[in-house]
T-cell receptor, first 115, second 110 residues
Framework: EAQVTQNPRYLITVTGKKLTVTCSQNMNHEYMSWYRQDPGLGLRQIYYSMNVEVTDKGDVPEGYKVSRKEKRNFPLILESPSPNQTSLYFC??????????????FGPGTRLTVL | GIQVEQSPPDLILQEGANSTLRCNFSDSVNNLQWFHQNPWGQLINLFYIPSGTKQNGRLSATTVATERYSLLYISSSQTTDSGVYFCAVATTSGTYKYIFGTGTRLKVLA
C-alpha cells in the first residue's frame, strides 16, 4: 500500500531533550516536506526537500533540522525542544514531476507536547 | 510573500445542501491543491488544480489563475463531509514552498 508513515504518533517530552520524528514514504517520491499545524494558523511549512541531499527552509524553520540521506526518509530533528514547539506535525511527499510540485500525500501526523 | 485567504471560515449545512468554498491568493502560482482534514485529523488530497476545472463525484473545483482564486463545490453534502477544507499553493518564484490557507471548517448536520 502506497503511504507516508510517521513515528511516533504521540510524544510527550521535556524542554531541551533532543528528539527525532521519522518520516518514510514508499512511493519513490522526490519531494518531501514537514509541516506544523497550530489552532487558527493552518499548516505552516517547516522544511522541504526536492531530492536526496537537497533541503530548503519553509516559513517556520527555526528550532528544527532535517536531513535527506535516502530518497524514502526525511526525519525531523528537534535539537533542544521548547514548549512553543508543542504542535501537530505532518510529513508529506509528492512525485515532483517536471519540477512542479504536484499532489502531496500526507502522513497520519505526530502530536508533540513539550513540557 | 504570497497570501492565501479562505472563506467562509466556518460553515454549517443541513445534509443534502450545496456549498461553495473560496480560496484567494495574492500572486501567481504553479500549484494549487485542495485538502480535506477529517475530524480524526487525517489530511486527504481532493484536487490538484493549478488551473481549469475538475470533478470527482459530488466534489468539483475550479481555479481561475488569471484572477487568482479557486472554488471548491460540494453538492448534496453528507455528514462525512464534515471537517476542515484547506487550499494550498506553491509559487512560481523559483522556490517550492507551500503556503496553506487557514481553512474553512464545515459541519454537516443530519
Amino acid at each position: 500500500e502506497a503511504q507516508v508513515t510517521q513515528n511516533p504518533r504521540y510524544l510527550i517530552t521535556v524542554t531541551g531533550k533532543k528528539l527525532t520524528v521519522t518520516c518514510s514514504q514508499n512511493m519513490n517520491h522526490e519531494y518531501m516536506s514537514w509541516y506544523r499545524q497550530d489552532p487558527g494558523l493552518g499548516l505552516r511549512q517547516i522544511y522541504y526537500s526536492m531530492n536526496v541531499e537537497v533541503t530548503d527552509k519553509g516559513d517556520v524553520p527555526e528550532g528544527y533540522k532535517v536531513s535527506r540521506k535516502e530518497k524514502r526518509n526525511f526525519p525531523l530533528i528537534l535539537e533542544s525542544p521548547s514548549p512553543n514547539q508543542t504542535s501537530l506535525y505532518f510529513c508529506a511527499s509528492s512525485l515532483f514531476r517536471d519540477r512542479a510540485a504536484d499532489t502531496q500525500y500526507f502522513g497520519p501526523g505526530t502530536r508533540l507536547t513539550v513540557l | 510573500g504570497i497570501q492565501v485567504e479562505q472563506s467562509p471560515p466556518d460553515l454549517i449545512l443541513q445534509e443534502g445542501a450545496n456549498s461553495t468554498l473560496r480560496c484567494n491568493f495574492s500572486d501567481s502560482v504553479n500549484n494549487l491543491q485542495w485538502f480535506h482534514q477529517n475530524p480524526w485529523g487525517q489530511l486527504i488530497n481532493l484536487f490538484y488544480i493549478p488551473s481549469g476545472t475538475k470533478q470527482n463525484g459530488r466534489l468539483s473545483a475550479t481555479t481561475v489563475a488569471t484572477e487568482r482564486y479557486s472554488l471548491l463545490y460540494i453538492s448534496s453534502s453528507q455528514t462525512t463531509d464534515s471537517g476542515v477544507y484547506f487550499c494550498a499553493v506553491a509559487t512560481t518564484s523559483g522556490t517550492y514552498k507551500y503556503i496553506f490557507g487557514t481553512g474553512t471548517r464545515l459541519k454537516v448536520l443530519a
